[in-house]
Structure formats: C-alpha cells, structure tokens
C-alpha cells in the first residue's frame, strides 16, 4: 500500500519523513488537498536498477500501427 502525507505534514516533520524513506525503500506520495502532486522515491545508486523489473514485461506488436480487436485487449477481460 502506497504511504501518503499531506504537504503541511510533511513540512512540520521532513527529516523524519525523508529518513523512513531511505530506511524503509518504500516511496512516499505528497498530496496537496488530497490529491497526489509528488513522489518521494529512495536515491539508486544504478539507475538501471529500476529498469530490470520490467526486462521480460513488454509486449512486442509486430504491426504497431494496425488496429487492434477489442477482443485483444487484454484490460478488457
């Protein structure tokens, strides 16, 4: 589940805030009158490192630029 605070919280008490992000590695989500407007993420050393998690999880469309049925879709089922 994604932390979120709002902005004056996260005025009063950053260095805690900013300090339970490096601990933890788990993001951070800013939100100004209940909407989310920043994200604070852990500092990688390798910025590839974010990158590997997706190596495997794209889909490759042969015809990129053909229509594609709604049966496809595979959000539609």
Known sequence: MERTVSKSKLKAHALEYFREVQRTGQELIVTDHGK???????????????????????VRYEEPTEPIAPEDWKSLR
Not at 37 to 56: F, N, S, T
């Open 36 to 58: 989310p407007v920043l994200k604070i993420i852990p500092y990688r050393e390798d910025p590839q490192e974010a990158l590997r998690g997706l190596k495997g999880s794209v």
